[in-house]
C-alpha cells in the first residue's frame, strides 16, 4: 500500500497510527502541503479533495479521508477492532471521534486558516485566538464523553477515538493551547505515546519531517 501524506497533517496521522495498529506496511509518499504540491494536476486526479492523506491499495483502489480509510481497514483488518461491535458503545465512541474529526479539525485546518488571512484579513494573532477557541471547545467536549477509570478514552485498549484525540493534540501543543483543563485527556495521550503504534506514527518521526 502507499500513504500519500504530509508528516504534520493530523489526518494523515490518524491513518498512520491505524495502519501501525492493524500490523500492516505500508509506502509513505510525502505531499507537502505548505508548497501547494496538493493542488498538482497528477495528484488533484488522484485526490479531487486536494488533501490528504490519500491511501492506495495493493490493486490500485484510491481511498481518501481519513474516517473512511480507517474504517476500511477496520472491516477488513478486524484485529484489534478500533469501533466497538456493540451499538451503544459504538455511538458513544462515534459521538466522540466526530468531535474532533467533524468540530474541531475542519475549522482549524490549513485550508480554512489560509482562506482567513487571505480573504478576511485576519491577522496572525487573530488566526491563534481562533485556533485556541475551537480547540478548547472541542477538547471540553470530548472530556465530558469521557466514562470513568478507564486507561484509554473508553476502555482499556485505544480505538478510534484515542487516535483522533492524539493526532489533534499535536496540533494543540504546536500552537500553545492551554491543556490545564485538560488533565484526562494529557494522561491519555501519554498512555498512547508509549505504545509503538501511536509513536512511530508521530509527524517528527516521518521520513518528510523538517
Not at 78 to 90: A, F, V
Request: aromatic share 10%.
Amino acid at each position: 500500500m502507499k500513504l500519500y501524506s504530509y508528516w504534520r497533517s493530523t489526518t494523515s496521522y490518524r491513518v498512520r497510527i491505524a495502519l501501525n495498529l492493524k500490523g500492516l506496511s505500508y509506502e509513505t509518499s510525502p505531499v507537502n502541503l505548505v508548497t501547494g504540491e496538493q493542488r498538482a494536476p497528477d495528484y488533484a486526479a488522484l485526490n479531487p479533495g486536494k488533501g490528504v492523506p490519500t491511501l492506495v491499495l495493493e490493486d490500485g483502489t484510491v481511498l481518501t479521508q481519513s474516517l473512511a480509510i480507517i474504517e476500511y481497514l477496520d472491516a477488513t483488518v478486524p484485529e484489534p477492532p478500533l469501533l466497538p461491535k456493540e451499538p451503544l458503545m459504538r455511538a458513544r465512541v462515534q459521538a466522540a471521534v466526530q468531535t474532533i474529526a467533524l468540530d474541531v479539525h475542519p475549522v482549524n485546518n490549513l485550508k480554512v486558516l489560509t482562506y482567513l488571512k487571505a480573504q478576511m484579513g485576519l491577522t496572525a494573532d487573530g488566526q491563534l485566538d481562533w485556533f485556541h477557541h475551537w480547540m478548547t471547545e472541542g477538547f471540553a467536549a470530548y472530556q465530558a464523553l469521557l466514562p470513568k477509570g478507564t486507561a484509554f478514552s473508553f476502555g482499556e485498549t485505544p480505538d478510534l477515538a484515542d487516535i483522533c484525540l492524539v493526532a489533534q493534540l499535536y496540533n494543540a501543543h504546536r500552537w500553545g493551547v492551554d491543556m490545564s483543563p485538560f488533565p484526562r485527556l494529557l494522561e491519555i495521550e501519554e498512555r498512547a505515546l508509549s505504545l509503538a503504534a501511536f509513536n512511530d506514527a508521530r509527524p517528527e518521526n516521518q521520513p518528510d519531517a523538517a
